[in-house]
């Protein structure tokens, strides 16, 4: 029979089946590219529109699994195409993590990327023809299509009867490099998700398998992005590496340790502890640093901050009623972390409308963190007045040209550096409670703050330059955001260990929650601190990130080679020294723990007599 003899011969049902299938390809294709047009600010704009997303792709992922045999014998349904499909929805729940900052969404994004893996769906992209697509006769007249089948819009749209409708419904022929670039790039997409739910063992198994594939890649094509998928590998390698300290069982494997605040993590208020009601709602975390180590837009300090302001993952189930991926377009009951926008080298411009809408967004009584990660600007001439923009700030993206990570200036030394957010830039949202993380070598500039508006108003300020003689650690991250993620770890390194056994780990670790803990009391019977640090006390994160800050410029304080004064952090407004990080109480506790790590010696005994 010939071929156009049996295409006549598929029976209706089965020719409805393909065309359903392929209209509900194609609406998700157009509803996912059309994500990419969303506005990446805003907290309300893009929820209808993930609702629907999210909608037909569980039709589409119910619709293919219960029809597979004909989309097989009929459509010619691959392995790698269903892998497609479960990949998007991977993207969809790590975007919507992006969007709510709800970790759960990873478990998800995890879930489905690990399924691909595990079921080989990508596995025979290496073996398939040159060029794919859909039968011929899915472009034929459609009949009136009943309403149960998929879903009366659909049915609507495929009852119209005109041909022009589905035209556009056969996948334009994928060719094989294109296909191995989609396999490479789901490979890229789950180790980021794997680094951000701590998988270092995952995301190894991954690395390898990646470079096979790329090794196999470059043999077969003559492709010009050798180079851009061996810096993945280069990236992704310096990432996974970049922690000072390893913690190691007893057969010397790595522990894998998490970072997120746990029940136990942040000192709990006790009675009598006045502190404010102030809630974390909305945090920018801002990476410009050169030569830092990164993947995917994401610096390795953005990565430890991020952290640092996530509590443990839970699972979707545990948290929602209903089954299936329709809960992912619901919010959980309370949530569980504050917004954040991560922005990786951000313009001036693209910094500032975040920051706006950030601002414009923030519910009543709650609070708007700023963290900054960036090169430090200096001002470019002497100046007769000491105003907000008098002392420079940090560098933000522009397009001048960069030599050996310092910038080009040729331009009139009365004028301001443009590219550069100011103190006074952060001005008018001091409108709100604002808490500034600076960690750069020119943070001393937002020391110079002024509170005009009567809020809630904190920085926290890291050191601009450390010792000589502490090993250069600055491609693998910055030691201050170090001790606010990991204290114990950037402890250890200052110090001058590079492992630990993980009983002494856990016995050190319970030992700074009882610092944490004396801190908080050292805080709030202070009689001359400044109301700020209050107002902030009352939230978890805030507290967790106040106590780690006072604990780090102790240590710093009592450490034999951090004795200029630009070793140590800063804040606005700044901390009675006495009653906090230079506290005689705080400094035995140091001293304390230096002694369970046999360190003490890298420490002053009699620090007050110093100063």
Not at 24 to 47: A, I, M, T, V
């Amino acid at each position: 029979m010939s071929s156009g003899g049996a295409e006549d011969d598929i029976p209706q049902a089965e020719r409805k089946t393909v065309t359903d299938f392929c209209y509900l390809l194609d609406k998700s294709k157009q509803l996912f590219n059309g994500l990419r047009d969303l506005p990446q600010y805003g907290q309300k704009q893009w929820q209808s529109y993930f609702g629907r997303t999210f909608d037909v792709y569980t039709k589409l992922w119910k619709f293919q699994q219960q029809h597979r045999q004909v989309l097989d014998n009929r459509y010619g349904l691959k392995r790698w195409q269903i892998g497609e499909i479960a990949s998007k929805i991977g993207q969809l729940y790590y975007h919507y993590y992006l969007r709510t900052s709800e970790t759960s969404y990873l478990n998800e994004a995890f879930s489905f990327y690990s399924a691909i893996r595990q079921r080989s769906y990508y596995s025979q992209v290496n073996k398939e023809d040159r060029s794919l697509s859909c039968p011929r006769w899915v472009n034929s007249e459609p009949a009136v299509i009943p309403c149960d089948a998929v879903g009366s819009d659909i049915a609507h749209e495929l009852s119209k009867g005109l041909k022009s409708q589905l035209l556009y419904l056969t996948p334009m022929p994928v060719l094989m490099p294109e296909l191995v670039v989609k396999k490479l790039r789901y490979y890229a997409r789950f180790i980021v998700v794997c680094l951000l739910l701590n998988k270092m063992d995952v995301v190894k198994d991954l690395v390898k398998e990646l470079s096979d594939e790329i090794e196999d890649y470059t043999h077969r094509f003559n492709t010009e992005d050798q180079v851009e998928w061996n810096l993945v590998l280069q990236e992704v390698a310096a990432f996974i590496e970049a922690d000072p300290v390893m913690v190691l069982n007893d057969d010397n494997t790595i522990v894998i340790t998490s970072n997120r605040l746990s029940e136990t993590g942040a000192p709990l208020l006790e009675q009598g502890m006045i502190v404010g009601q102030l809630a974390l709602a909305d945090a920018l975390i801002i990476g410009n640093c050169n030569n830092q180590v990164k993947f995917s837009e994401l610096t390795i300090d953005m990565f430890r901050m991020l952290q640092a302001l996530e509590r443990e993952p839970m699972n979707l189930a545990s948290q929602m009623n209903k089954p299936g991926m329709q809960e992912a377009t619901e919010k959980p009951a309370r949530r569980e972390n504050p917004h954040k926008y991560l922005l990786y080298k951000p313009t001036f411009s693209q910094l500032y409308t975040f920051l706006a809408a950030s601002f414009k967004e923030l519910p009543a009584n709650s609070v708007l963190l700023i963290y900054l990660s960036a090169t430090g600007v200096f001002p470019s001439g002497r100046s007769d007045s000491e105003g907000p923009y008098d002392f420079g700030g940090v560098l933000t993206n522009s397009n001048r040209d960069i030599i050996n990570g310092d910038a080009i200036h040729k331009r009139n030394q009365s004028y301001k550096e443009m590219h550069c957010l100011h103190p006074g830039d952060l001005y008018p949202f001091t409108r709100k409670p604002l808490f500034i993380i600076v960690d750069s070598s020119n943070s001393v500039a937002y020391k110079n703050f002024t509170n005009l508006f009567g809020q809630p108003l904190v920085c926290l300020l890291s050191p601009t330059a450390y010792p000589k003689a502490l090993q250069d650690q600055s491609q693998r991250g910055s030691l201050f955001t170090i001790f606010l993620n990991n204290p114990l770890m950037a402890f250890l390194f200052v110090s001058g260990l590079s492992s630990m056994r993980r009983g002494l780990w856990e016995k050190c670790q319970d030992y700074l929650r009882k610092i944490n803990r004396d801190i908080a009391q050292l805080l709030t019977h202070s009689r001359s601190i400044d109301q700020s640090f209050l107002q902030f006390f009352g939230d978890e994160f805030l507290r967790l990130l106040l106590t780690r800050f006072i604990f780090c410029s102790a240590t710093m304080r009592m450490h034999k080679i951090f004795r200029e004064t630009r070793n140590y952090p800063e804040s606005y407004p700044q901390l009675p020294r006495d009653e906090t990080v230079e506290n005689p109480h705080l400094q035995k506790h140091i001293l304390e723990l230096a002694s369970i790590l046999d360190v003490r010696n890298v420490f002053l005994e009699n620090t007050l007599d110093d100063y």
